[in-house]
């Protein structure tokens, strides 16, 4: 039962480097999400996919780009970090089914990044 | 001003009390919405979905009020293993959440 699976799930950066977290999903879900999360703060979305091949802005987007690779993958790049980047990166699917149903959000385990 | 709002706590409660946590949200064309339950470093689980009519889960009990465009959560009869924060969040094909609501059972 892999679920949705992220990595790495730890990783220390520079200011300035470049890095790709990579997410996949096995369940044939239609939309995928990136959230980010901080002390304080809760769950902030920072781009999702709602379907194969479309992308949008969530809550945060600045300083980040995504790429939903195929219908299993979405992944969240960070081309320049900066400190306030450090958090706990979680990528999520949903089925997304219809307005009233398999709408259920289905959360990866979490990627932990420092940016010093 | 995020899109789901809930106080934040924490809720310090006594083992066997009910609890309730509350959240408003301002998007009016979110469809769907949900309590998630997230322990410490770990990644956040579906509680409950939450439906206009109202649901119940043994001892959790969701409701939706479309009209005041607001969700809430009651536990009843807390457990010390209830401790964890709770989350809501709603939405269609773009879902935020609150900050959550630390809770913490007191035994």
């Known amino acids: 039962n892999a679920g949705v699976t992220q990595t790495p799930k730890f990783q220390v950066l520079k200011t300035g480097q470049s890095m790709t977290l990579q997410c996949a999903q096995d369940?044939?879900?239609?939309?995928m999400y990136w959230y980010r999360q901080d002390p304080g703060m809760g769950l902030r979305l920072i781009y999702y996919?709602?379907?194969?091949?479309?992308?949008d802005k969530g809550e945060v987007p600045n300083g980040y780009n995504v790429s939903r690779l195929n219908k299993r993958e979405f992944s969240l790049r960070l081309e320049s970090a900066a400190p306030s980047q450090t958090s706990v990166y979680f990528c999520?699917?949903?089925?997304?089914?219809?307005?009233?149903?398999?709408?259920?959000?289905?959360f990866g385990e979490g990627s932990w990044l420092t940016v010093v | 001003r995020k899109e789901v709002e809930q106080d934040p706590g924490p809720f310090n409660v006594p083992e066997g009390a009910t609890v309730a946590f509350n959240c408003t949200y301002s998007n009016s064309a979110s469809q769907s919405f949900f309590w998630y339950r997230q322990d410490c470093r770990k990644e956040p689980k579906l509680l409950m979905s939450v439906y206009s009519s109202g649901n119940e889960d043994g001892r959790f009990t969701a409701q939706l009020n479309r009209a005041s465009q607001y969700i809430s959560l009651l536990i009843r009869d807390s457990k010390l293993s209830d401790s964890a924060t709770y989350l809501c969040g709603g939405g269609y094909q773009k879902v935020t959440f609150g900050t959550g609501t630390k809770l913490q059972v007191i035994p």
């Open positions: 999520a699917s949903s089925l997304l089914a219809g307005r009233n149903s398999g709408n259920t959000i289905y």
């Open positions: 996919s709602a379907s194969e091949g479309t992308t």
């Open positions: 369940m044939n879900h239609n939309s």
